[in-house]
């Protein structure tokens, strides 16, 4: 079977080619194939340093954005210097709660001139209101006396009366906010219980419904900044 294959092999070479011919082929032929050994095993070098350079290079570096970098920043300080830093840290916090709290004044007083603008410009819903404090009066002592009578006659029987329609234009001119909105309905809802009460001849149900209405009244005035402008209150 070996001999067979020798012959197999020797079939690929001519055979007019001498045996020194057949060994100056095995040299050139040895000597071109070292070289391209060699060049495959360099390839081979190139491309396994550069998939190690890949491999090992490092992750993409996200981008960094103007809140994250003042939390790093601040973060890196309290880790380097400690308390002396925290407490820098805290002044520049304070800093800026400051500066917030400047900026509330700053509107909350920008509202109260608006308010006061309006305020100065409604004589009319002013008149009402001071009626308001007038008749509230009245009532209150008729009703303190137990005179159901002179209250009933005071407060008109109905809330459809023209004081009480003038007293709900100024509400609804100068109330601005849900709280001040808020106490209107309460003033409107207990005054109508209070001459239901009046008007049934019930003594202490008027005196809690009087209470009611006075107080929701006065909290409205304070609200609107109207009550140092008001005779009575």
């Not at 820098?88 to 603008?117: C, P, S, T, Y």
């Amino acid at each position: 079977m070996a001999t067979a294959f020798l012959s197999t092999a020797n079939s690929f070479f001519p055979s007019s080619i001498s045996p020194s011919t057949s060994s100056s082929c095995s040299s050139s032929s040895s000597s071109s194939l070292g070289t391209a050994l060699v060049y495959l095993n360099n390839q081979n070098v190139q491309r396994r340093t550069l998939c190690k350079a890949f491999n090992e290079s490092p992750p993409p570096t996200p981008a960094l954005t103007k809140r994250g970098f003042s939390l790093c920043f601040i973060t890196s300080l309290v880790l380097a210097a400690g308390n002396g830093c925290s407490n820098a840290i805290a002044a520049i916090l304070e800093a800026d709660d400051d500066e917030e709290l400047l900026e509330k004044v700053k509107k909350d007083r920008k509202k109260r001139l608006e308010r006061q603008g309006v305020i100065s410009s409604s004589g009319q819903e002013k008149g009402y209101l001071q009626d308001v404090v007038y008749k509230l009066s009245e009532i209150g002592q008729a009703i303190d006396n137990n005179d159901l009578s002179t209250a009933s006659s005071v407060l008109g029987g109905s809330t459809d009366t023209e004081w009480v329609k003038n007293a709900n234009v100024a509400f609804n001119k100068l109330s601005s906010s849900p709280e001040e909105k808020t106490q209107v309905e309460t003033f409107n809802s207990s005054l109508a219980s209070l001459i239901s009460s009046v008007t049934k001849n019930d003594v202490e149900s008027s005196k809690v419904a009087f209470v009611t209405s006075a107080t929701a009244f006065e909290k409205w005035t304070t609200l609107t900044g109207l009550v140092g402008q008001l005779k009575g209150l």
